[in-house]
């Protein structure tokens, strides 16, 4: 398939997100032939400047045991075929599927691995009870790629001798088996012990082996590349499962941490202090962690560097300051300003948030710069040309089936995918709604008022009309559109990306 060029897609990226994207394009030429690409003279490796971020979120999650060291409470399966010794967990040679009792949805896997040599083996993630795990959930492969079986060195006229193997490119350790390929280069040598990080969160997988990304990918969005059906790539939750194979395989320091997804219920614990697992947005004092909108068109703020940057921000921030404050614990916008924008870019993550706005005002929240969750009246009885007035306000929205009467919380400026919410969940103007927002990738899922008003919508670029991938990160911005605005309890989770 066409590839589009790196430099085109690395500079539309915004400096948080400049890794991924980096990923996302060398990557895929890594792919393409098995191989990472030639890393310049101190130059920063992305893949591992990629690892080390979902690292910095990870460390910060609540890891669990699966794995005793002394016996396999919580696995069931073929416990003949498995061993505890000296504290490892042994798979033995020709042993089939062990599954842990417990299932698990969204979630970051942490162990570590010694293989012999030609060693194979994999981890089934949502696997069904019983399941085979690369079919009905997904495999993600444990291979020693050098090993004899899997290749023969080779006398090539001109180039000496080389080693050729036969293994697919979706055969490979790490490789989501037969749907998304690994770059290969960063096991360690037989006989030595790997670390690997599997992180399952909504369709995005990606996979860490000793401090470097070898997997980044969204399988919505992956065909199946070996032929072969695959219909647990569509899987949301299920086992862990350790493959089997007729090799011997150790395992030790097997970990999980939880990254489902919030319930809808959620509430702040007190005014501005955040729930479990949570940051604080904002402090309910005052504008710290916050910067003035530098410039209204995205793909020119993330152009900006330098002095001229600087002197945008400055200008930026003075406005902000003149037209965004906080009053008795609420932020508080009198319409007369622009934007309020994070200081910090984010890329995947739960935003939770109440706002209010009087009646027939017009706002929006931006994800990565991007908008935009809307925010607006539902009941400011505007009129379609030609069309009666309705009496009250309810006849208006029953009357009518688009626009600002459907409710707020949909992606707005959408133009393929969807832009309408599920429902009309709305308060009246000038009382408080409650946002609980989840983004993986570039899915949206929005629940207003602890109702779902958007179920993993795509949000798409609304500065490229759509033809442009989103930022891996970038700014939250809460929409200036000439109204009156109040906000508190801004939280924020970040999810492993």
């Not at 490119?169 to 096991?187: D, E, F, L, N």
Request: hydrophobic content about 40%.
């Amino acid at each position: 398939m066409e590839i589009p060029s790196p430099l085109h897609r690395l500079a539309t990226a915004t400096p948080a997100g400049l890794v991924k994207a980096a990923i996302a394009v060398f990557g895929a030429l890594a792919l393409a032939s098995g191989t990472a690409p030639a890393q310049a003279p101190g130059q920063a490796d992305p893949y591992v400047m990629a690892a080390d971020n979902a690292r910095r979120i990870l460390d910060r999650a609540n890891w669990q045991p699966l794995f005793n060291g002394r016996d396999l409470a919580g696995w069931r399966g073929d416990t003949a075929g498995y061993a505890v010794e000296d504290g490892l967990l042994v798979c033995r040679k020709g042993a089939k599927t062990l599954e842990t009792e417990a299932e698990y949805g969204d979630f970051a896997l942490t162990f570590e691995f010694r293989l012999e040599a030609s060693g194979n083996n994999g981890i089934g993630i949502r696997v069904p009870p019983g399941g085979y795990p690369s079919r009905d959930g997904m495999e993600i492969q444990i291979l020693d790629n050098d090993g004899p079986l899997y290749g023969h060195e080779a006398e090539i006229a001109g180039a000496g001798k080389q080693r050729l193997t036969w293994l697919k490119p979706w055969q490979v350790h790490g490789s989501v088996y037969g749907i998304a390929p690994a770059r290969t280069g960063a096991s360690k040598p037989v006989g030595e012990w790997n670390t690997e990080t599997i992180i399952a969160v909504d369709d995005h997988v990606c996979v860490i082996l000793n401090g470097t990304v070898i997997v980044d990918t969204f399988v919505d969005d992956m065909p199946v590349i070996d032929g072969s059906p695959h219909p647990g790539k569509h899987s949301r939750r299920g086992h862990i499962v350790l493959a089997g194979h007729d090799d011997r395989v150790e395992f030790r320091n097997l970990t999980v941490s939880d990254w489902s997804a919030s319930p809808p219920t959620l509430r702040a614990a007190a005014p501005n202090e955040p729930p479990p697992g949570f940051d604080p947005l904002f402090n309910g004092r005052d504008l710290a962690g916050w910067k003035g909108l530098a410039a209204s068109d995205a793909p020119a703020r993330r152009a900006l560097a330098g002095p001229p940057r600087d002197e945008a921000q400055a200008k930026a921030d003075a406005t902000m300051k003149a037209h965004w404050s906080v009053v008795d614990g609420v932020l508080h916008y009198d319409g007369k300003g622009d934007s309020l924008c994070t200081a910090k870019d984010y890329g995947d993550f739960e935003l939770l948030v109440d706002w209010k706005i009087p009646p027939g005002a017009d706002s929006g929240i931006y994800l990565r710069g991007t908008p935009q969750i809307q925010i607006w009246d539902p009941w400011d009885p505007r009129v379609e040309a030609g069309r009666p007035a309705p009496s009250t306000p309810e006849a208006w929205v029953s009357q009518f089936a688009n626009g600002r009467n459907l409710g707020s919380g949909a992606l707005w400026n959408n133009r393929q995918w969807r832009n309408m919410p599920l429902a009309l969940a709305d308060r009246k103007p000038g009382e408080w709604n409650t946002f609980l927002i989840r983004m993986v990738g570039d899915r949206v899922s929005v629940w207003l008022n602890d109702t779902l008003v958007v179920d993993r919508v795509k949000l798409e670029d609304y500065w490229s009309k759509g033809k442009e991938p989103l930022p891996r990160a970038d700014q939250i911005e809460l929409q200036h559109h000439g109204s009156e605005l109040f906000f508190r309890n801004l939280f924020i989770r970040e999810l492993p990306w």
